[in-house]
């Protein structure tokens, strides 16, 4: 069996699973000495094993407690969604009116900053619309995928929810948060604090509205898709694995070649906000990049605009009306945050037994990134 439904639809009578692509029929006599080889095919009958999904690493007591814990950071991090969701929604006609007299240049990393052009008027308001509807997809189908992952699963869902984009979604949104304040506090501690453009906006304003949404959605665009989607489309191409374009999107899993294209581009993240930021702000920006390129990876880039979406528009809901709801949720994040970035650190530590298994170049063929779930 790959996978806990093969036997359902092994029951019902299909040829294969759904789910993982088994093949129901009786192996040759030489198919499990092939496959306990790990060789993907029989030497003598011809047949493809399938990839079954990874089982889960055993966590510590440690990592259990740390975890269990961790779980909590998820209804804090969606209420702050639906509201930082419900200002983007309702700030809709305002920057609509707004954009018709302004402009704003669109900016590519190659790998410095470079504006490939200028949208204003008509063009500026279609791209807001554009941006807006990015993100009302990316939580659809983040809902999905959690949806997908815990209709399927018999357990309570406290011990299932780790496994769903939203967990990883609010994990790393919570590790992020806290990297960013400590680095915050130590270019403090340097004398070098992190200093805001002169011209960003902030608060429930439609220059804000439109800036912040077109940073989660366009700077996923130019570096995760960009440096890491699509250098392994090409790979994907070249080992020729079919459907290599949906690399394009993130959620392919992890290789080294993966891993490597995460630290460039986290790289090239990092030094492009030196020019507004200066240097200080390089550091975190490098530290978020390789958080958002893990999940981009992992998850997908609709994973990757949301943490970056709920990190942006912290800026905007924070000045409001609900300055003091959004305090106290964003004290919760930080505790729980802290425990979700000491999860990542012992992930980390165990870095180099899982590099030693990975492949080289693409990953084993696995679940739709529309059904897929962190095993790692």
């Known amino acids: 069996m790959s996978c806990d439904r093969c036997d359902e639809f092994r029951d019902r009578g299909e040829n294969f699973c759904p789910f993982c692509g088994e093949e129901f029929r009786e192996d040759c006599p030489s198919c499990e000495e092939y496959k306990s080889k790990g060789s993907r095919f ?17 966590d510590t007591d440690t990592e259990s407690t740390l975890r269990s814990i961790s779980v909590w950071i998820v209804p804090i991090v969606l209420l702050l969604l639906i509201i930082e969701t419900a200002y983007l929604v309702g700030g809709t006609v305002s920057v609509w009116d707004w954009a018709s007299t302004r402009s704003m240049d669109i900016l590519v990393l190659i790998p ?5 052009t200028t949208i204003s008027g008509a063009g500026l308001q279609i791209a807001w619309i554009l941006l807006e509807v990015s993100i009302l997809i990316s939580i659809a189908v983040m809902g999905y995928q959690t949806w997908k992952v815990l209709s ?3 357990e309570p869902m406290k ?3 780790v496994e769903t984009p939203l967990y990883s979604v609010s994990m790393i949104f919570g590790a992020s948060f806290v990297m960013s304040l400590i680095t915050a506090m130590i270019s403090m501690m340097l004398g070098s ?3 805001p453009p002169g011209d960003m906006a902030s608060g429930n304003t439609p220059q ?6 077109d940073a989660a959605v366009w700077e996923e665009v130019i570096t995760r898709m960009a440096y ?4 392994m489309m090409v790979v994907g191409y070249v080992c020729k694995r079919k459907g290599s374009w949906k690399f394009l999107f993130g959620g392919f899993g992890m290789s080294r070649v993966a891993m490597v294209l995460i630290v460039i581009s986290a790289l090239v993240f990092g030094f492009a906000h030196m020019p507004g930021w200066g240097f200080s702000k390089v550091i975190s920006s ?9 999940l981009y990876v992992k998850v997908g880039v609709h994973a990757s605009i949301l943490v970056h979406f709920l990190t942006d528009y912290l800026a905007v809901v924070v000045l409001t009306g609900l300055m003091g709801i959004i305090s106290i949720m964003t004290l919760a994040i930080m505790a729980l945050g802290a425990i979700c970035l000491v999860l990542l650190v012992m992930k980390l530590i165990k870095a180099p037994a899982r590099i030693r298994e990975m492949p080289n170049w693409v990953p084993p063929v696995q679940e739709s990134m529309f059904s897929r779930r962190d095993r790692d």
């Not at 410095?112 to 490939?116: D, E, S």
């Not at 490098?286 to 893990?294: E, H, I, K, R």
């Open 208 to 213: 804000a509205l439109l800036e912040f949404a």
């Open 228 to 231: 890491i989607g699509l250098p």
């Open 286 to 294: 490098t530290v978020a990049g390789l958080l958002f390129g893990y």
């Open 159 to 161: 011990s299932t929810i």
């Open 112 to 116: 410095n900053l470079v504006v490939a």
């Open 42 to 58: 029989c030497a003598v009958c011809g047949r493809r094993f399938s990839a079954a999904p990874a089982p889960r690493r055993k």
């Open 193 to 195: 604090g992190i200093t």
């Open 152 to 154: 399927s699963r018999p």
